[in-house]
């Protein structure tokens, strides 16, 4: 069936890109981008990193604008999707008829606390709307308390830190190893506790209000008092619009190698369980909405023509004065092999090889080009970056 109308459902990096790809692909027919968010696409790794910082104005998460010339239906959140009668409910009250849909709705984040009262006292930072709060409490230099130690938890604990603010970050594990492994946890937790971080190794259990101020149960039987808890303990994907369309397997929306839910529904980002070599899982991370959207656009328009999706995970991290960047699948174990440099000071390339024959290069500091730092993994056996 040719592809008249297509209607992409969600106006982020995955949206966006699916929304190019289906233009750059020859798709000339009306396409329609629904999005519950009043802005342009931006930069959602950026809020975190360099625009938690910038100077006076925030641009540091601003994208270039967009090219692909659809209709843009912002501020309004998808209610449901008809696969039988092809149409996306929106929550207005209006349908959108289409021939195919891409589904890039993509996640939420969690909250520690329960209950409006406990809402009111803790900030996430998952949107634009969550980074503009945060940079105007931060203003008056409060005490914080970050509750997660994933790569959002350290991040937002290096940025507050650096405006001035006294920051306790609360982490059950190490921090980052379940992202990094041990060894580049260790590394990254030197940093920050030279840079300042005090440490709280509990669970949290949860949030109250203490007269307006925030206070932290932890499993240890303490509490933790400060003016502001921000709280980075992961995210929610956004389906349950999906709820009633059939759609979903064992309440995730699944796709296949092409990004495919069936032939006229496609789904990518944060929103998307598919395939890779370790499984069928969300992988939440800008490279992989932006590649998994780019594959899902040409299967909607050519099916089984288009190319299987071939992941390769890229993650970056920007904290306590250090720069990761990492191709290939984590956390790590065991010791890598050390390319070049000192991981515990200056500029380090090291790799780690899997036994399913894969591996993972890592730089710290190091200035490679991601296509670079990518054939470094792929390669058989380590080898010097020159050869790479």
Not at 236 to 254: H, I, K, M, Q
Not at 287 to 316: C, H, M, R, V
């Amino acid at each position: 069936m040719r592809m008249e109308r297509i209607v992409v459902v969600g106006n982020g990096i995955a949206g966006l890109t699916a929304a190019d790809s289906l233009r750059a692909a020859g798709f000339d027919g009306e396409l329609t981008i629904v999005g519950d968010e009043h802005h342009a696409p931006y930069s959602r790794p950026a809020l975190s990193k360099a625009a938690l910082l910038d100077a006076a104005d925030m641009t540091s998460h601003e994208l270039p604008a967009a090219s692909h010339e659809a209709q843009e239906i912002l501020g309004v959140s998808a209610a449901g999707l008809d696969a039988g009668r092809k149409l996306v409910l929106l929550e207005d009250g209006t349908g959108l008829p289409y021939d195919g849909v891409v589904i890039a709705t993509g996640s939420r984040a969690r909250h520690l606390g329960t209950g409006s009262a406990a809402h009111g006292n803790e900030l996430t930072l998952r949107n634009l709307e969550d980074a503009l709060a945060l940079r105007r409490r931060l203003a008056d230099r409060p005490s914080v308390v970050v509750v997660g130690g994933g790569a959002l938890g350290m991040e937002i604990a290096s940025g507050c830190l650096s405006v001035g603010c006294e920051v306790t970050l609360v982490s059950r594990d190490q921090p980052l190893t379940g992202q990094l492994g041990p060894y580049l946890s260790a590394v990254f937790l030197a940093a920050a506790l030279g840079a300042g971080l005090e440490l709280a190794p509990s669970h949290a259990l949860g949030l109250q209000d203490d007269g307006g101020r925030p206070r932290v149960s932890l499993a240890d039987g303490s509490t933790l008092d400060a003016d502001l808890v921000i709280s980075a303990v992961g995210d929610v994907p956004n389906t349950e619009w999906l709820a009633a369309s059939g759609l979903l397997a064992n309440g995730r929306l699944e796709v296949d190698t092409r990004g495919r839910v069936r032939p006229d529904v496609v789904a990518a980002g944060d929103v998307a369980a598919f395939p890779t070599a370790r499984g069928i899982g969300r992988i939440p991370l800008w490279t992989s909405a932006i590649e998994q959207s780019k594959a899902a656009a040409l299967a909607l328009l050519i099916g089984d023509e288009a190319p299987e999706l071939n992941f390769q995970p890229y993650f970056w991290t920007e904290q306590f004065g250090l720069t990761l960047k990492a191709s290939g699948f984590l956390p790590l174990l065991g010791e890598p092999e050390l390319l070049e440099g000192d991981p515990h000071g200056g500029p380090t390339l090291m790799r780690w090889s899997h036994a399913d024959g894969t591996g993972t290069a890592v730089g710290i500091n190091y200035r490679i080009p991601i296509p670079k730092l990518r054939r470094l993994a792929n390669a058989p056996a380590a080898v010097a970056p020159s050869a790479a």
